[in-house]
């Protein structure tokens, strides 16, 4: 569940034509080991335009679906990197697969949340206030910095079986096709789950609502309690593609020892 | 962490309070509260609002998630307390054994020396309060600095200000900012900056223009290096 916002020109004259977009809900069961299971489900707000039923694509582990195992350096020697690229991956990557600079879509996250869905209860959400960037802040630092978050979960979180994840984004002014993001968690070197969401065509200069559910695998005692004894070994890769082309690539780290 | 008890003659029990707040008051202190806020000094109506790296935190549970931090605030905080952070701390993608303790630092830095001292001072003092300066004596009667919520010396370690405990609240700095790190600290090292005489005669115009478009064309060559 990795998150990021980067810098936003012109953002005051973009502001009267960027218009909320319908919230699409979209479920998926994408388990490593599990059959084929695949949901497609959309609900439309009353107050916004209708859109088609968002589809989602199974993504699993490389041999479940024949998809052959790809490295880390093998994809930084490509040209373009694509979903299938990066479904062959095993292993958490070392680096980014992609520079800052080839979000050329211009793609913006300003608020994420996250919430329990048997509940309903809201865990966390965030929000970037608008005209909160400074010129040359980020890039002192590292141009990186902005794409990497770290998460401290208490071993509660653990427990949870579906969370929903609402992204509200904004894009440049070029249209986007085929929006879509592979998220691939791992502890230490396994797989524990790749999640594969689209978020389907983007209008340009237009702001956009998502809610993805993250159906998360069963798992053992054992496995949480390695989990919760050695923090940020849990990491995720997030791939955002468009047209099949990696533009953006976002990593996360998570702590369920609910410390430090 | 081991506390040895000690007690004086008198009863007073000499232990040494701990300034590292223990989980649940770390849970506690980063639930965004939406009551009595602490004001910052400067803007004493204004209440303290709960930010990361220019994000707001709206919400957050602390019965699930009692921290979220950025790249960006762990390498300001990695800079800060450290004058080598890529040795101090790092996260490796991979491990055979590992236990959390791997997250502590070896040697503590001596900024968070002077910070357990200090606050340990305050704790200890009987009500008074750390006076960086001297405040004049007006009308034969000294007066004591306020403490304002902004003093990092109130604050807990692991809060605001606070020092490498907050570094070490966050836990060590990823494998893919210490890369970021050490590509970016690295890219000026053909400049040889550190080798360059500062008794060199100065040169012309038309060969530092030179010397400025040779080392532009080589940063080039190094950033497409580094993306690859």
């Known amino acids: 569940m990795s998150y990021s916002c980067s810098s936003r020109r012109n953002s005051r004259d973009r502001q009267a034509l960027r218009s909320p977009q319908v919230i699409i809900l979209a479920v998926a069961d994408t388990g490593v080991n599990s059959s084929n299971n695949i949901n497609s489900q959309a609900s439309l707000n009353a107050n916004q335009s209708p859109t088609a039923a968002m589809k989602v694509k199974k993504g699993c582990n490389s041999t479940g679906v024949g998809v052959p195992a790809t490295t880390e350096e093998e994809l930084l020697g490509n040209t373009a990197i694509t979903p299938e690229d990066v479904l062959g991956l095993q292993k958490i990557t070392e680096n980014y697969l992609c520079g800052p600079g080839q979000n050329v879509y211009s793609i913006d996250f300003t608020r994420f949340k996250i919430r329990d869905m048997e509940t309903g209860t809201v865990l966390f959400e965030i929000t970037k206030p608008p005209h909160t960037d400074k010129a040359g802040d980020k890039s002192a630092i590292d141009p990186n910095a902005g794409r990497f978050v770290r998460y401290q979960f208490t071993p509660a979180f653990l427990r949870l079986r579906q ?3 609402t992204v509200e984004f904004t894009v440049g002014d070029m249209p ?32 956009n609502t998502c809610e993805h559910i993250y159906e998360f695998p069963p798992l053992s005692e054992d496995v949480m309690r390695e989990m919760i004894l050695h923090p940020y070994k849990t990491q995720s890769d997030s791939f955002y593609f468009v047209d099949n082309k990696l533009v953006m690539h976002n990593k996360a780290d998570y702590s369920y020892s609910g410390g430090p | 962490m081991s506390v040895k008890m000690e007690m004086d003659v008198s ?25 009595d806020r602490p004001r910052c000094a400067s803007t004493p109506c204004s209440p303290i609002k709960s930010t990361v790296s220019g994000f707001q935190i709206l919400h957050m549970d602390s019965n699930y998630l009692v921290g979220f931090t950025t790249g960006e605030e762990l390498l300001k905080l990695a800079h800060k307390w450290s004058p080598n ?3 101090t701390l790092i996260t490796t993608p991979t491990t055979t054994t590992s236990t959390a303790s791997e997250a502590l630092p070896s040697s503590v830095p001596k900024p968070m020396d002077l910070g357990i001292h200090r606050a340990s001072r305050i704790y200890k003092a009987k009500n008074r309060y750390y006076q960086p300066y001297d405040i004049p004596v007006v009308n034969g009667r000294r007066r004591r600095r306020m403490p304002s919520s902004g003093d990092p010396y109130l604050r807990p370690l692991s809060q605001g200000e606070g020092g490498p405990g907050r570094a070490l609240h966050h836990g060590p700095l990823p494998l893919c900012l210490l890369k970021g790190k050490r590509a970016q600290s690295k890219s000026l090292d053909y400049l040889n900056l550190d080798k360059m005489s500062v ?19 080589r940063s080039e060559r190094m950033f497409t290096r580094n993306k690859t």
């Open chain 2, 11 to 35: 009863g007073v029990s000499r232990t040494p309070i701990s300034v590292l707040p223990a989980a649940a008051e770390v849970k506690a202190m980063l639930k965004p509260d939406t009551g």
């Open chain 1, 163 to 165: 969370v929903g994840a």
């Open chain 2, 199 to 217: 008794k060199e005669p100065p040169a012309d115009t038309e060969v530092l223009q030179f010397q400025l478009q040779h080392l532009t064309l």
């Open chain 2, 85 to 87: 952070p890529e040795k």
């Open chain 1, 176 to 207: 986007i096709e085929n929006f879509r993001m592979i998220e691939r968690h791992y502890f230490r070197e396994k797989l524990l789950k790749s999640f594969d969401f689209e978020f389907g065509f983007c209008m340009p200069s237009s702001k």
